[in-house]
């Protein structure tokens, strides 16, 4: 068993392979520790740009963070990125593939703090409302006027606001790399667990991206859906590049 398990993880590409490895351990050390693991997210997770906790750095670490409280937010990014990775990092090639995982990585941060600049003041304004029974006109307008006048207890909860925006996890990259499957095989079946016929990748990709801008416009949950999309639009401009050059299937690097 020992030696099955070692040739299993010996036969991931490598690049997949420290991916998923790093993930992991990271998760382990949130969930193992917890206080040390709410300091991962803070630290590590990617903050919106206008919030004192935000990091440059933060939008390539994010994607090593994921939900300490449940297994199952990396279990399945990493299977995930184990199944359509390992296929990719083969035909293009490890540099080529590194390189495809964090542009969409990172081009789903970048979407994300967009997202938050439009929406913060809304969001914020909505949960103020709800909190204190007040209709979301009236609450707009003790925010404005306590902003423009600069009072220290309208600054302070606009500032905790913004550093509870936080965005964990490597399901931008991921969803960047389901849409590279779905355009190297477009045809390939796949399967859902609900659903006992096969749908070609590529209208399950389709079905995928209306599914996230839905849910992202009606703000379903605390998923960053947009990110989502985020990572799938970057994963789209550099393979449109790549057709372009001739290079989509492999051969030279750029």
């Known amino acids: 068993?020992?030696?099955?398990?070692?040739?299993?993880?010996?036969?991931?590409?490598?690049?997949?392979?420290?991916?998923?490895?790093?993930?992991?351990?990271?998760?382990?050390?949130?969930?193992?520790?917890?206080r040390f693991g709410s300091l991962i997210v803070d630290h590590l997770g990617l903050h919106y740009v206008g919030a004192s906790h935000f990091n440059p750095v933060q939008i390539i670490t994010y994607l090593f963070v994921h939900d300490p409280g449940s297994p199952w937010h990396v279990l399945f990014n990493m299977f995930t990125l184990w199944m359509f990775g390992s296929i990719l990092e083969r035909i293009w090639g490890s540099k080529r593939y590194f390189l495809f995982y964090f542009v969409c990585g990172v081009g789903a941060a970048f979407i994300q703090e967009i997202v938050w600049a439009f929406t913060w003041m809304g969001d914020y304004v909505d949960?103020?409302?709800?909190?204190?029974?007040?209709?979301?006109?009236?609450?707009?307008?003790?925010?404005?006027?306590?902003?423009?006048?600069?009072?220290?207890?309208?600054?302070?909860?606009?500032?905790?606001?913004?550093?509870?925006?936080?965005?964990?996890?490597?399901?931008?990259?991921?969803?960047g790399i389901i849409?590279?499957?779905?355009?190297?095989?477009?045809?390939?079946?796949m399967y859902l667990m609900f659903i006992p016929y096969p749908i070609k990748a590529k209208y399950m990709m389709i079905g995928y991206g209306i599914l996230e801008f839905f849910l992202g416009v009606a703000e379903v949950g605390m998923v960053a859906h947009f990110a989502h999309l985020g990572g799938m639009l970057f994963g789209l401009i550099i393979i449109l590049y790549w057709k372009k050059k001739g290079t989509f299937t492999g051969g030279r690097f750029y």
């Open 127 to 175: 949960v103020i409302a709800r909190m204190n029974g007040l209709t979301s006109d009236t609450v707009r307008t003790i925010i404005d006027n306590g902003l423009d006048h600069g009072d220290p207890e309208t600054l302070s909860g606009v500032a905790r606001f913004k550093n509870m925006l936080v965005t964990i996890g490597a399901s931008g990259a991921v969803f």
């Open 179 to 189: 849409l590279g499957f779905a355009m190297l095989f477009p045809d390939r079946p």
């Open 1 to 34: 068993m020992s030696n099955r398990f070692t040739n299993f993880v010996e036969a991931i590409p490598p690049v997949t392979r420290n991916l998923i490895i790093i993930n992991l351990l990271v998760w382990l050390a949130e969930a193992l520790f917890p």
